[in-house]
């Protein structure tokens, strides 16, 4: 086993911590003596007195030689100080750095190391800036940042964001992306913008509608996702400069180039094959076939992505590499966008352009264009939640419980899609995360999970009648991350876990005498199950045994009390949400034990087979998902950095998930069965989970 070397910084601590504290102690503490200290070491290295490491800065042309105390070097830089640790090179230990050091800036941080003093002339900030945060001097970086950033100007603004390193100094970052976006006007007339990479876009749309309708921040969001594909398929910037790109949109949400419809397609037109022409002549190697398999970590973009006049990002986690910072209107019908792409600074030219195929009949039109203007998001719930519990409720989706970044919750809330909007209800008894729910007779019944201390017996349930939560005779096991769904009168809790492993033990509450009996035990222990009945069955899916995420599936028939395994999943799964839909069995998500999942897997009971089905526009683990009004819903979860707050539903009508509601059925808010009502406009932003996803998990 590796064991990594302690840095200077901890090696401190853990010495601060064990020293005694003795009573009565005669203390001196002599600052002077400390300020010549490092005088004098100063004085030795410029005399290259007792110097132990010599460090070659500059280009192979031009190498110069820095000589100094590797200890001083060490304690100011982590970057070098994991240099020497590394590896001794020989008897004069001489070290090259490799990467954009200027000398002079070098000097200036070695300066900075023996004498605390930071002096540097205004036109070496960069420099310096740049060669701190390579050699990870973080507060010589700061105050570099800091005046580089007072310092801006929409001339200067645009080399600053382009300089290396700064996407390790969000503070900075942040700054320069918000001064480029206030200052747009100006930045686009500077030479340095002008002298970015440019890659010309065309984007044909079926309608003049259309093009009126589209959100210009959602089109550069979309153009520059193709960038991307472009950049995975080995196709480098430059290739993309050399020539304009007309793209169309594809069936599956993304943007594909022309040059891939085949001749004689309904979509073909004088203009493509025009376009082909030039494409043939100006030769940018293919991306693929635009109908190629979706990657299993890509969400999908709904269909009203592209006109939808909300400004919200689709994007839980923010790429810096891969970034929209700004798009400014250039025209009627054309823009640019500034972005990071291909981990430098390049801009986008988009021109809108109304297309019409030649084989394209009135009635193929997209019939929602008219309506484009006409969506609104769902909104956000009023906490960021995983694992949490959620059922259908008297036309509503209840979510209760769950966990967030820092601890189990009791709140319960519920959306009513016809208004859009979010209600508050009772909290549950108890902080309840990391647990499943489920309805009988009108009941919701909230089963065992976490309180964040420790795993729970309890169970509760919520009573229409007395709009309150009452308490359920314990479990017969404590448990947290069991799978549960009703069916004939009666709770079935299938596995969880208790602290130490995945459990096979399952037990079933009948409702109608409040009692707890003993099933036959699952044949694999598993936790993070997705757990739902269909046709009389009770399925158990993929979930962890105790360190394995599994793609297993085991069936359950009452009548025998038995378990028999059926089809796996094709990707092993925790975490996923399971519902019964439109007849079939839908495993939504989950984590795979790398990554939290986009996709979808749908299981036929009749052929005993899982078949992909329409990926999720954000990737949720330990999500919970629930049928209401014949819409699949699903809520929260992790996205593998993130604690999530958003909802979104499968539109069954263009088979795909979306997050937008029609607006025409926001008619007002009803209250009803104890629901206080709850403004759309609830707003707690998706926050950031701090911790570990394992620390979702158990």
């Known amino acids: ?187 686009v007339k500077s030479k340095e913008l002008l002298a970015l990479p440019t890659i010309p876009v065309e984007l044909l749309q079926n309608s003049h509608e259309e093009k009126n309708a589209t959100n210009i921040k959602h089109l550069c969001d979309m153009v520059l996702d193709w960038v991307k594909s472009q950049a995975d398929n080995q196709i480098t910037i430059d290739d993309l400069t050399q020539k304009v790109h007309m793209l169309y949109l594809n069936p599956d949400r993304t943007l594909h180039d022309c040059s891939d419809i085949e001749n004689g397609d309904v979509q073909d037109s004088e203009v493509i094959q025009d376009y082909k022409k030039l494409s043939r002549k100006v030769s940018v190697p293919k991306s693929g076939n635009p109908r190629s398999k979706r990657s299993n970590q890509t969400p999908a973009k709904p269909r009203q992505f592209l006109f939808t006049k909300s400004d919200s990002s689709s994007s839980d986690e923010e790429d810096n590499d891969w970034k929209v910072i700004v798009i400014t209107a250039n025209g009627e019908n054309s823009m640019l966008g500034v972005v990071a792409a291909y981990g430098k600074l390049t801009v986008l030219s988009i021109v809108q352009r109304v297309h019409t195929p030649n084989n394209s009949p009135l009635s193929s039109r997209n019939a929602s264009v008219e309506k484009i203007s006409t969506y609104s998001t769902v909104p956000p719930m009023s906490s960021a939640r995983c694992s949490v519990g959620t059922a259908e409720f008297d036309g509503k989706l209840l979510v209760c419980g769950g966990y967030d970044r820092g601890e189990c919750l009791k709140t319960v809330e519920s959306y009513d899609f016809s208004t859009n909007k979010w209600t508050t209800m009772q909290p549950m008894k108890v902080p309840r995360g990391r647990f499943n729910a489920a309805k009988v007779n009108n009941k919701i019944y909230a089963v065992g999970g976490c309180d964040g201390q420790k795993e729970l017996s309890s169970a509760e349930y919520w009573d229409p009648d007395t709009n309150s939560w009452k308490q359920l005779p314990n479990l017969p096991a404590v448990r947290s991350h069991a799978g549960v769904c009703s069916m004939d009168k009666k709770l079935y809790v299938v596995g969880g876990w208790n602290g130490q492993r995945g459990l096979k033990r399952c037990d079933i509450f009948d409702t109608e005498t409040d009692t707890w009996v003993t099933m036959a035990p699952l044949s694999t222990g598993r936790y993070q199950a997705g757990v739902g009945a269909m046709n009389g069955y009770v399925y158990a899916v993929g979930g962890c045994d105790s360190w394995n ?21 094709h990707t092993a799964r925790r975490g996923c949400g399971l519902a019964v839909y439109k007849g079939k069995l839908y495993a939504a998500g989950g984590h795979d034990g790398i990554h939290s999942l ?70 007002g808010c009803s209250s009803k069965n104890g629901l206080t009502d709850c403004d759309s406009s609830t707003t707690n932003g998706t926050t950031n989970g701090e911790l570990h996803e394992e620390q979702a998990v158990h």
């Open 1 to 187: 086993m590796m064991h990594k070397t302690p840095s200077i910084e901890e090696m401190a601590v853990k010495e601060k911590q064990s020293e005694p504290k003795p009573a009565n102690v005669f203390v001196f503490d002599d600052t002077v003596y400390r300020e010549k200290m490092f005088d004098n070491l100063n004085k030795l290295r410029k005399n290259k007195q007792f110097c132990d490491v010599t460090l070659q800065v500059g280009t192979t042309q031009d190498v110069k030689e820095v000589y100094a105390h590797r200890a001083v070097l060490a304690s100011a830089s982590p970057y070098l100080f994991d240099l020497f640790t590394a590896e001794s090179k020989g008897p004069r230990n001489q070290y090259k750095l490799n990467g954009n050091i200027e000398m002079e800036a070098f000097e200036i941080l070695v300066d900075y190391a023996y004498l605390g003093r930071l002096e540097v002339p205004s036109k070496l900030v960069k420099a310096t800036y740049v060669a701190a945060t390579k050699l990870r001097m973080s507060s010589a970086a700061k105050q570099c940042g800091k005046y580089l950033v007072e310092n801006m100007t929409p001339d200067n603004c645009i080399n600053l964001r382009a300089l290396p390193g700064i996407a390790t100094n969000p503070e900075v970052l942040a700054k320069v992306d918000a001064f480029i976006r206030q200052n747009i006007s100006e930045v």
């Open 549 to 569: 995420c599994l793609n297993s599936v085991e069936r359950y028939d009452p009548v025998s009390d038995s378990w028999l395994t059926v089809a796996p999943l």
């Open 598 to 667: 986009c996709t979808v897997e749908i299981y036929d009971p009749e052929t005993d087979t899982w078949n992909p089905g329409p990926s999720l526009t954000s990737c949720r683990a330990n999500v919970g998902v629930s049928v209401v009004d014949n819409r699949l819903f699903a809520v929260g979860g992790f996205n593998g950095k993130t604690f999530l707050n958003t909802v979104e539903y499968l539109d069954v009508e263009n088979n795909e998930w979306t997050t937008f509601v029609p607006k025409e059925h926001h008619n």
